[in-house]
C-alpha cells in the first residue's frame, strides 16, 4: 500500500516568492493534517480536513498561508509571499479517524533565502 | 508553559542499556497518547500507542498515569539502531500536540 506522498521534497526560493506543497493522502484515509517542522522542535498543526472541509485551521497564518483540498483527496499548502521565518518542513499526514494512527509523508524541506 | 514537555536531552547511553523517557502534558482532557520515533531527516512513525493499563512491545515499555498527567518509555537493552528522536504525542479533540522530542544516541 502506498504511503503518503509529498512532493516537492526540497524547495529553495528567495524572500517574498510562492511556494506551493502538494500533498495524496493514503487512499480511504478521510482527515488530513499539514504541519510545520521546525529544526529541534515538534511538528505543530497547521491544519486539519475531514474530508474536503477545514474543520482545524486556527493555526495557519492566514494573512499568507492557504491550503485547499477540493476533491476531499489531495491537498496543497501555499504560502504567498514567503518569508525567512517560513523556512522549515512541512510534513502532510493522513489518517482513517479522528482518534486513529496518523500516517506522515517525508515532508518538504523549505528554504527562504 | 508548553502543552506536551519533554528533556530534549541528548541521552547518550552504552548498547545493551536501559534508558527512559519522560514526558509531561497540560491538557487533562486529552483523549490518547503515543511515542512517535523520528530519525534525522525523517519523517516521525507511530512507534506504540500508551494506555493506563501500560503496554508492552518487545524491548519498549509505555506507561500513562492520567492523574499526574505524565506519559514515559522505558527502552530495554538499547542497540545502536534505536538512536533517534523520541516525540511525546497528546491527542486533544482530535489535534495531536507533539512535544519537542528526546534525541537518543546509542554507542557502541
Known amino acids: 500500500e502506498a504511503g503518503v506522498v509529498q512532493s516537492p521534497r526540497y524547495k529553495i526560493i528567495e524572500k517574498k516568492q510562492p511556494v506551493a506543497f502538494w500533498c495524496n493522502p493514503i487512499?480511504?484515509?478521510?482527515?488530513l493534517y499539514w504541519y510545520r517542522q521546525n529544526l529541534g522542535q515538534g511538528p505543530e498543526l497547521l491544519i486539519r480536513?475531514?474530508?474536503?472541509?477545514?474543520?482545524?485551521d486556527s493555526q495557519l497564518p492566514k494573512d499568507r498561508f492557504s491550503a485547499e483540498r477540493l476533491k476531499g483527496v489531495d491537498s496543497t499548502l501555499k504560502i504567498q509571499p514567503a518569508e525567512l521565518g517560513d523556512s522549515a518542513v512541512y510534513l502532510c499526514?493522513?489518517?482513517?479517524?479522528?482518534?486513529?494512527?496518523?500516517?506522515f509523508g517525508p515532508g518538504t524541506r523549505l528554504t527562504v533565502l | 508553559r508548553k502543552e506536551v514537555e519533554q528533556d530534549p536531552g541528548p541521552f547518550n547511553v552504552p548498547e545493551g542499556a536501559t534508558v527512559a523517557f519522560n514526558c509531561t502534558y497540560s491538557n487533562s482532557a486529552s483523549q490518547s497518547f503515543f511515542w512517535y520515533r523520528q530519525d534525522c531527516r525523517k519523517e516521525p512513525k507511530l512507534l506504540m500507542s500508551?494506555?493506563?493499563s501500560g503496554n508492552e512491545d518487545g524491548r519498549f515499555t509505555a506507561q500513562l498515569n492520567r492523574a499526574s498527567q505524565y506519559i514515559s518509555l522505558l527502552i530495554r537493552d538499547s542497540k545502536l539502531s534505536d538512536s533517534a528522536t523520541y516525540l511525546c504525542v497528546v491527542n486533544t479533540g482530535g489535534k495531536l500536540i507533539f512535544g519537542q522530542g528526546t534525541t537518543l544516541q546509542v554507542k557502541p
Open positions: 500508551v494506555y493506563s
Open positions: 499526514a493522513s489518517s482513517p479517524g479522528l482518534y486513529n494512527e496518523q500516517f
Open positions: 480536513y475531514e474530508n474536503e472541509e477545514a474543520v482545524d
Open positions: 487512499s480511504g484515509h478521510n482527515t
